[in-house]
């Protein structure tokens, strides 16, 4: 039988947490053995240029710009 040299050899070691030269409280084993969830995917922030074209977009859904005055505007933005 091979005995564990006295160095790794603590009291109230739980689970397959290595032991790394400090203390481990019940929430540090918590923590280590039931890792967080991915954070979520965060949306790129909207320029102002991409506000213009969905806002011009909508005014053409709409009615209120005809297409030629959508196109008109939209040249303008992307200038």
Not at 42 to 67: E, F, M, N, W, Y
């Amino acid at each position: 039988m091979r005995r564990a040299p006295q160095l790794l050899q603590r009291t109230g070691m739980t689970g397959n947490v290595p032991y790394y030269g400090g203390r481990l409280t019940p929430w540090h084993i918590q923590a280590l053995s039931h890792p967080a969830p991915p954070a979520p995917q965060v949306p790129q922030p909207v320029t102002k240029d991409d506000r213009a074209r969905i806002a011009l977009q909508q005014l053409l859904d709409a009615g209120i710009l005809s297409p030629d005055e959508h196109a008109e505007y939209r040249r303008r933005v992307d200038g």
